[in-house]
């Protein structure tokens, strides 16, 4: 009860501020890789049904204080239940209307759409001093492979229902000293979902974080990088910064051989090595992309940093002992 009653007092204390506690210094947003066709055809990386799991179930204990709090006993399925919280007030968020992959057309430019319109708000992160690599889609079972090579502090973006699936893979990833990130419950399309449901994809991560690593997060990545305004404003009432990326290592595109190659991805990697910087999208949830990102590893060495240090920002918003 003590856990969750401390969660709801730093997201209420954060929801008065109403403003994320940091912000990017990078101004320059000429580099950003078109947003508009990245990771379209990104590969599933969840298995379940709305309603309940698939193999591998949940290990992550359901906490006490959680069933407190919203009456139920077990982790969702894929759509989970939307559970109000009073420091919200779904009816004073932006009046954008959801659209989905291939309505961008529909999408007005002051909504900011990143996957739409490459658009970045000024308290979005994008960018890094140092070239650095970030991971999407984890915990699982290939991410501790990845964990057994890299020599630096990184940054993931977990994915709710891999958490509370991989608590021991998580917890790893935290006493290693890598930072991590929300990248929702389920992931789905935000810009799609009704308030509501964006509102329980991200409530259901931050307490799968909770009740696993003992923490609430700082930073949040949206799947395929779509966010808008809307999902933005959402995103901000749990005191969350939306992290986007400006080198984009499409490795998702290498479960099909045709499409893209790890050579592909060692010479787009070398070619940033001579720019200023950047921030790197990649995946941990497969072997094929894994495999690659150990290579990017090797190749940049330890001279990388996590989202945090790129702005200089806190890596949580809150630890729990
Ligand atoms: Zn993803």
Redesign the pocket.
Known sequence: MRLGFLLLVAVQALGSLGLPLVYSNASNISNVSSASNV?RV?QS?IVGTSNGFFWPQPETPFPSWLTDFTGLTEWPGIDPPYIALDFIDVDRLPKYEPYSLDQCERVPRDACSFDCHSCLEPDDIYTCPKLSQTF??GPSGETEALLGKLTHKTTF?T?GVNVVRHPNVYRRMVEEGHLIGT?TWS?PYLPTLSNEQIIAQLEWSIWAMNATGHHYPKYFRP??GAIDNRVRAIARLFGLQAVLWDRDTFDWQLSVPSLRTTEDIVRDVQEWKTRNGGLILE?DASANTVEAATRVSELLGNDQLTVAECVGGIDYIKKYY
């Open positions: 990771s990104e990386v999407d889609d973006f994915v990248h992931h799947p395929y995946h």
